[in-house]
């Protein structure tokens, strides 16, 4: 991350509009990086990894990458997983409590949705500089803003955070293959729709990996610490829907 913000800043000339400035900069980078990877063979789908699993979700296909499966739900204690995984089958009423949680997870490093490549942790003291910061679509419940649960009431806002673990757990019903994400809770939109942040307020929650929409680069602020505007491939800012991470 800090290398692409070094080769991206030179090349921010504009000052009437310089995210847009950005924006631009960054694509040509991304074709760039790209052509390289074709012609060096490397490209996402040739990945070989004797420790993979493929996965079919409904319409979209997902591919755990450097799988470990000598997880549990103890070894995570510390981000609050088993909390938040009860919380997540709740909310679909999968489970009415935790008495029938395996406390075994299938966990991986590396997760490809979509054509997206995520990182997650390999473990709780592993370092945190190569987990992805992405954008995520997630269902907000507005009955169970009025206290009462339900799946019909959905509405999709799109939200920012971290991808903290990438995981897979099994019920006496039901495998869900899921992730544990931090969410940023101060989100806002500039007047122009583009999103930004300071990444300095978060919680954390579960949901479907297939939420997972793309990696999110944070462009520093040039005139003020702990600011960041978010860009990611086909962003449009005008038709950015927020959510608000209190409400789910």
Known sequence: MERNIGRLKPRIKSRSNPFQN??????????????????????TAEVNDPNSLTISIEDTVVKFLKVDTSGTLEKYSGYDLKKELLAYYLRYKILADESDMDQRI??????????????????????????TFAKMTLPVDTNALRGTRSRTENNWKEFFGRTILLFQHTTSTVTKTLCLVHICTDTKLLNSGVPYGSGLGCRYYVTDITHLDCAVLKLPCLHRDNKYYYTYQGIIPNEIKLGEAGKI
């Open 22 to 43: 950005a924006f631009n900069a960054l694509h040509l980078l991304q074709a760039s990086s790209y052509f390289s990877r074709l012609q060096r063979g490397e490209t």
């Open 106 to 131: 299938l966990v991986c490093r590396k997760a490809e949705v979509r054509g997206h490549t995520f990182i997650g942790k390999k473990d709780e003291e592993g370092a945190g500089k190569e987990e």
